[in-house]
T-cell receptor
Framework: SQQGEEDPQALSIQEGENATMNCSYK?????LQWYRQNSGRGLVHLIL?????REKHSGRLRVTLDTSKKSSSLLITASRAADTASYFC?????????????FGQGTRLTINP | NAGVTQTPKFQVLKTGQSMTLQCAQD?????MYWYRQDPGMGLRLIYY???????DKGEVPNGYNVSRLNKREFSLRLESAAPSQTSVYFC???????????????FGPGTRLTVL
């Protein structure tokens, strides 16, 4: 069964606005990763946050992790048309031997010019 | 570097036919993975290989077999294809197993498989 659930399933905003996507998961984790998938392509890694970290930045990306609520958020600031893609969170559950990622269903983000 | 390559890009099979999906990486990674992605769903792990010489089942292994041919190559075989195996298949690799080593995964472009 899938560990992570993204919210919302789809998000449409205007270029220049900020986009926030949320991920909730069920079991304790070692780390959580966010990936982007452009239509018809493979996934590309964006950022990794460890279970002992609360916030991480990379360019226009900001990720937060709240292990007490078992949730994470991905914020994309000053969105661009090129940010249009699906975004997936992936967790490494501690109970599963810490050797594989478990992906959520993804958020489909559309940036309107 | 080509990264992770997959062949073929597209394939149509009839029920009962067999085929092998090929995956290769040129990043000298130890770990490799096979996922399937169905509409409206995230990726589900079929099999993985934490290191050369080892393979383990993932979440949805039934109907599939894998071979870690060498450090570079990891193939996925469908022995008797079924319509339920219609999906997009992704291969991925990481330097070491994702998890305690905090490694990201690198993905190939995918194989779109249709089983009639």
């Amino acid at each position: 069964s899938q560990q992570g659930e993204e919210d919302p399933q789809a998000l449409s905003i205007q270029e220049g606005e900020n986009a926030t996507m949320n991920c909730s998961y069920k079991t304790s984790i070692n780390n959580l990763q966010w990936y982007r998938q452009n239509s018809g392509r493979g996934l590309v890694h964006l950022i990794l946050i460890r279970s002992n970290e609360r916030e991480k930045h990379s360019g226009r990306l900001r990720v937060t992790l709240d292990t007490s609520k078992k949730s994470s958020s991905l914020l994309i600031t000053a969105s661009r048309a090129a940010d249009t893609a699906s975004y997936f969170c992936a967790t490494v559950p501690l109970i599963q031997g810490a050797q594989k990622l478990v992906f959520g269903q993804g958020t489909r983000l559309t940036i309107n010019p | 570097n080509a990264g992770v390559t997959q062949t073929p890009k597209f394939q149509v099979l009839k029920t009962g036919q067999s085929m092998t999906l090929q995956c290769a990486q040129d990043m000298n990674h130890n770990s490799m993975y096979w996922y399937r992605q169905d509409p409206g769903m995230g990726l589900r792990l079929i099999y993985y290989s934490a290191s050369e010489g080892t393979t383990d089942k993932g979440e949805v292994p039934n109907g599939y077999n894998v071979s870690r041919l060498n450090k570079r190559e990891f193939s996925l075989r469908l022995e008797s294809a079924a319509p339920s195996q219609t999906s997009v298949y992704f291969c991925a690799s990481s330097e070491r197993p994702s998890g305690i080593h905090y490694n990201e995964q690198f993905f190939g472009p995918g194989t779109r498989l249709t089983v009639l």
